[in-house]
């Protein structure tokens, strides 16, 4: 069933996303976002579309770090502005530090590409981010990068973002609908198959308290 709108797509820098959407500069942001106690106070999320849990991207064949307590003296990349930085820094002082060593440096790029990157020409020793970020990365080129996990830090998830008000409740809500309805009919299951490699466990017509 349409929502009755016109479709316009456009690709933004994800700094900016959601400014723009407070602007009005857009309606709608279909792109990966951490559902946070912090942005449901200012934002309206669809239900969630996959896991945020953080895994940890690395070289492939470097045996320097098996687990997540093996980041302490690594050299960390992250995207700016990401809501995975809260929790690479918040792991680094209550599991890190506390075992002995925190990171030797977190290096800020402006996206996940530019981290990639840097991983791949040894700048920085890993990256730590959403586990179905990740996957995509491995697949287009497993001679280069591998997974470590388990993942890390609290249960999360990605949701897609309207603006909290009246005119924008009804294409929320659409969306919400529109996943949901993927949910329990198996498509979503058979996508997350396709394009991972793996299944998510989600919260089922419900948008989850975020933990943090």
Known sequence: MSPG???????LPFQGILAGLSAKRYDF???????????MDKYAFSYP??????????????????????????RIGTQAGSSQLTV??????????????????????TDYN???AALASRRIDIVPQALPNLAPIVKQRPDMFEIVQPAFGPETYYGWVGRKDADSASLVQFFSDGIEKL???GKLAELQQKWFGFTMDL?????????H
């Open 88 to 109: 690479i820094e918040n792991f680094e002082k209550e599991v890190l530090i506390p075992q002995g060593e925190g990171y030797k440096s977190i290096k800020h790029f």
């Open 49 to 74: 579309i996959s896991t945020a849990a953080i895994a940890i991207l690395k070289r492939k064949g470097d045996d320097r770090i098996t687990k997540p307590e093996d980041m302490g003296g690594m």
């Open 29 to 39: 942001v279909a792109t990966s976002l951490t559902i946070t106690q912090k942005r």
């Open 183 to 185: 949910q329990k009919s």
């Open 114 to 116: 530019e981290a990639y």
């Open 5 to 11: 709108v016109k479709l316009t797509q456009l690709d």
């Open 203 to 211: 919260p089922v017509g419900e948008l989850p308290t975020p933990q």
